[in-house]
């Protein structure tokens, strides 16, 4: 599952989707039934145990605020997926977290690299900026997709 870029709330707290509105962590709760209220450390564990790896396309971006909007396009550096890709070859399905996570992940890594085939998939944005989308549609989508492949 690919992100954007960790906001403000995640760079302090040092854990992916801190901020206590985003969604991903109720989402991946209900599709791997664990507590979301659980320790950081017991929900990374729950991903690694469904076989879930959760990063972000990029490494580095100007950004006022923790807005995808406000990247500033120019400063986006992408995280190196080529060796990533290359230790984890049994990855078959890359889900991004949202419409910016696939445009960057598409114009500054799958257009360069040429990576192999896999099955990748927009899911709605689990941010709470995604307001066009309430939770539960947001959980039939990710139980859509990501809850197939992870059980």
Request: aromatic share 12%; glycine share 6%; with cysteine.
């Amino acid at each position: 599952i690919l992100g954007t870029m960790p906001g403000i709330a995640s760079l302090a707290a040092g854990e992916y989707y801190a901020h206590s509105h985003n969604a991903f962590w109720r989402i991946m709760a209900e599709l791997l039934a664990f507590d979301f209220s659980l320790p950081y450390s017991a929900r990374v564990r729950a991903l690694k145990s469904a076989r879930i790896a959760v990063w972000d396309v990029l490494q580095s971006c100007t950004r006022p605020g923790s807005m995808d909007a406000s990247i500033e396009q120019d400063s986006a550096v992408a995280n190196d997926f080529g060796p990533f890709f290359n230790r984890h070859k049994r990855i078959y399905y890359v889900y991004f977290n949202g419409a910016t996570a696939e445009r960057l992940f598409r114009a500054h890594v799958q257009r360069k690299l040429g990576l192999r085939p896999m099955n990748y998939q927009r899911l709605p944005s689990t941010s709470p900026a995604n307001a066009s989308k309430s939770f539960r549609q947001k959980l039939r989508a990710w139980c859509k997709s990501v809850g197939h492949h992870a059980r």
